[in-house]
């Protein structure tokens, strides 16, 4: 129970430290970027939650390259980040496929297909799903699944984090009203309205689909002691999220539209089950190859 409260203790405290550095990254940023704070928010948060992992590593004597997953020759490495990448796609375009068929989503005509234009649009898909890959990777299954393991166990650490993943998609910041006066104590101020979503039960097929899915990157975590693989699933699930969020449109009178979420127009109670079916499969592989024990 206490490796438990210190995990959620340091969460806690990577939101509260990216509140406060958001008003001098924004500083910083704002005369190139000039996006919204609550853009800055975002980006200061995770920044300070690789900062925060890695005092949570070092709380336990366990900061290192490895502790955050990043273990093997790099060619093995990106050998299975590769895979993963696949693995990711697989999972994804399954799921959009279904979509399609039951009429939830629809191709949107609107969109170029020239071959320039979509190779503009995989590139950023691909840029974009690395760098959320890596970031996320890197604190869910990369430090705080290291710290938490070594006090509790697999089936204790595979939970949380993956609780602890879901439930940070859907902290979500406002946009500020253009005449706010921001400075250093604004993120801060923001964080309480932040939550309003926990509250709605509305949001339960979304929540478990992304809590399902951090399930099935623990067990690839602990299969593979790294989280290369876990980099290439989420890498490849976000490039066709991204994709798919381009050439298609949720349609408004599909019969099925009860499988996707109120608040995404992509996961839902299909794509819940979807997941849970490659967790369940994958489990059974993880039990049945046998693998040591020691560590991770």
Sequence with gaps: MRAIIIFCLFVVLAFFAGAIMAYPLKLLLDPVLGLAFRKYLTYATLISGLIISGIYLQ???????????????????LNSMFNGFVYGMIIMLIIEVLLLLLGIHEIDTSRSISIALFMERLTKAILAGLLIGLVEESIFRGALFTGLYKQTGAVVTVFFSSLVYSAV???????LPGDTDIGWLTGIGMMPEAFRRFHEWSIVDYFLTLF??????????LKHRGIAACIGVHAGIVMLIKLGDYYTNRAHNSNYDYLVSQYNSTFGWMSFIVILLFTVFYLVKLNTSSPKKSGI
């Design 59 to 77: 709380l336990y004597n366990s900061l290192s390259f490895k502790a955050f997953g990043y273990n093997g020759k790099l060619l093995k490495f």
């Design 169 to 175: 998609h859907f902290i979500r910041y406002r946009d």
């Design 212 to 221: 399902i899915f951090g399930v099935l990157l623990g067990l690839l975590r």
